[in-house]
């Protein structure tokens, strides 16, 4: 079978991609019987996030919660809450990545499993446990471990490990809590899903179970309200961590597979849904839209990375000294949007202004500026 353009991967990157490249004849192959199984996502994104989505789906019948802001706790259990400019709904990504793919105007093959890619002199040819497709073009959105990517000899993201569960948790509905120290990278995490429920989490380098663990039975105040006899659902997954080359030829890479997600946070939805744009705008011109995507989000990248590098910096001390710093001055939050990490830059002068601790003033500066 021969088309345009044949995307691999049928969840949220590749079924954005489908639906901007109306008027193209596309082949969208997904390795499982539905998008969005397994959920390996806490479904936190920003309200700009959610506008987005709006042009393809009802996405406002997919929200289970709104959220205002985030509790940020030190090790000790010290904690600030904070409101930052932009505002967060939860959404139930399984039903979500359904509708999304339901709606694409492509052809959909599930159960497609793809078992390798080659590029001839003209074309491409996908070879998949349903058959074997031919095409112009080929877009990689089969997420970390992407056999495009593989296939095609594209550099590859660093992968980290997350874990979750959902359970009965204590919380402020309206804001989501960061843990710091209960990683060996980044941080752990609760979402309230609403009705007294969480998505807690962590992201790491490795063994995400473990650090998973220890946040729900040694936080001083997680394991207080947390109760261990209703846990719904446990995920595992990897997250990519740092922006690959993502074009090359007549070959894409878009979502987890090119590292589009926020280096400081795991998230990915919005960068993606801003790629898939840019590239249905752009097509066939590849390098217009690496050009015009980068433009857009490569600072916030560079700066994502400066946010993470911090968090390998930083004690347990200085969370316990930034979290008491936070309480005092939380109007230094309120011009921070949680997609843009470039917000946090221009607030930084105020912010070192008011450290008064020298020591983490230079690994403040040192990693951020």
């Given at each position: 079978?021969?088309?345009?353009?044949?995307?691999?991967?049928?969840?949220?990157?590749?079924?954005?991609?489908?639906?901007?490249?109306?008027?193209?004849?596309?082949?969208?192959?997904?390795?499982?019987?539905?998008?969005?199984?397994?959920?390996?996502?806490?479904?936190?994104?920003?309200?700009?996030?959610?506008?987005?989505?709006?042009?393809?789906?009802?996405?406002?019948?997919?929200?289970?919660?709104?959220?205002?802001?985030?509790?940020?706790?030190?090790?000790?259990?010290?904690?600030?809450?904070?409101?930052?400019?932009?505002?967060?709904?939860?959404?139930?990504?399984?039903?979500?990545?359904?509708?999304?793919?339901?709606?694409?105007?492509?052809?959909?093959?599930?159960?497609?499993?793809?078992?390798?890619?080659?590029?001839?002199?003209?074309?491409?040819?996908?070879?998949?446990?349903?058959?074997?497709?031919?095409?112009?073009?080929?877009?990689?959105?089969?997420?970390?471990?992407?056999?495009?990517?593989?296939?095609?000899?594209?550099?590859?993201?660093?992968?980290?490990?997350?874990?979750?569960?959902?359970?009965?948790?204590?919380?402020?509905?309206?804001?989501?809590?960061?843990?710091?120290?209960?990683?060996?990278?980044?941080?752990?995490?609760?979402?309230?899903?609403?009705?007294?429920?969480?998505?807690?989490?962590?992201?790491?380098?490795?063994?995400?179970?473990?650090?998973?663990?220890?946040?729900?039975?040694?936080?001083?105040?997680?394991?207080?309200?947390?109760?261990?006899?209703?846990?719904?659902?446990?995920?595992?997954?990897?997250?990519?961590?740092?922006?690959?080359?993502?074009?090359?030829?007549?070959?894409?890479?878009?979502?987890?597979?090119?590292?589009?997600?926020k280096p400081y946070t795991g998230g990915g939805l919005y960068y993606l849904?801003?790629?898939?744009?840019?590239?249905?705008?752009?097509?066939?011109?590849?390098?217009?839209?690496?050009?015009?995507?980068?433009?857009?989000?490569?600072?916030?990248?560079?700066?994502?990375m400066r946010i993470a590098k911090l968090y390998k910096e930083l004690s347990?001390?200085?969370?316990?000294?930034?979290?008491?710093l936070g309480k005092e001055n939380e109007e230094l939050a309120e011009s921070?949007?949680?997609?843009?990490?470039?917000?946090?830059?221009?607030?930084?002068?105020?912010?070192?202004?008011?450290?008064?601790?020298?020591?983490?003033?230079?690994?403040?500066?040192?990693?951020?500026?």
């Amino acid at each position: 079978m021969h088309y345009d353009i044949v995307i691999v991967g049928g969840g949220p990157a590749g079924s954005l991609t489908a639906l901007n490249l109306e008027g193209e004849r596309v082949a969208l192959l997904e390795e499982h019987q539905s998008a969005g199984f397994p959920a390996q996502c806490a479904g936190l994104i920003s309200q700009d996030c959610l506008k987005l989505l709006k042009k393809y789906v009802d996405a406002e019948k997919f929200t289970l919660n709104r959220i205002d802001g985030a509790y940020f706790f030190s090790p000790s259990g010290e904690f600030a809450k904070l409101r930052g400019r932009s505002r967060g709904v939860v959404v139930e990504r399984k039903l979500m990545d359904c509708e999304f793919i339901k709606t694409c105007p492509a052809d959909v093959f599930v159960k497609a499993k793809v078992t390798g890619v080659k590029k001839d002199e003209e074309e491409f040819l996908v070879r998949s446990v349903r058959g074997d497709f031919r095409a112009s073009y080929v877009v990689g959105a089969d997420g970390p471990s992407s056999i495009v990517a593989r296939e095609l000899g594209f550099d590859r993201p660093k992968v980290l490990s997350a874990a979750q569960v959902e359970c009965k948790m204590s919380m402020d509905e309206s804001f989501v809590e960061i843990y710091f120290g209960y990683s060996d990278f980044m941080f752990g995490y609760a979402v309230p899903t609403g009705d007294g429920f969480a998505r807690v989490g962590v992201v790491s380098k490795s063994n995400a179970i473990r650090w998973l663990q220890k946040l729900l039975k040694e936080h001083p105040s997680v394991s207080k309200r947390v109760d261990s006899m209703k846990v719904d659902e446990i995920n595992c997954g990897a997250i990519p961590f740092g922006l690959v080359e993502f074009v090359r030829g007549y070959a894409v890479l878009i979502g987890d597979s090119a590292g589009m997600v926020k280096p400081y946070t795991g998230g990915g939805l919005y960068y993606l849904a801003i790629a898939a744009e840019l590239l249905g705008k752009h097509f066939p011109n590849l390098e217009k839209f690496r050009e015009e995507y980068m433009r857009k989000l490569g600072k916030e990248y560079a700066i994502g990375m400066r946010i993470a590098k911090l968090y390998k910096e930083l004690s347990d001390s200085d969370y316990d000294y930034l979290v008491r710093l936070g309480k005092e001055n939380e109007e230094l939050a309120e011009s921070l949007h949680m997609d843009k990490p470039s917000t946090l830059i221009r607030v930084l002068p105020l912010m070192l202004k008011v450290v008064k601790n020298p020591r983490l003033a230079v690994k403040i500066a040192r990693c951020l500026l």
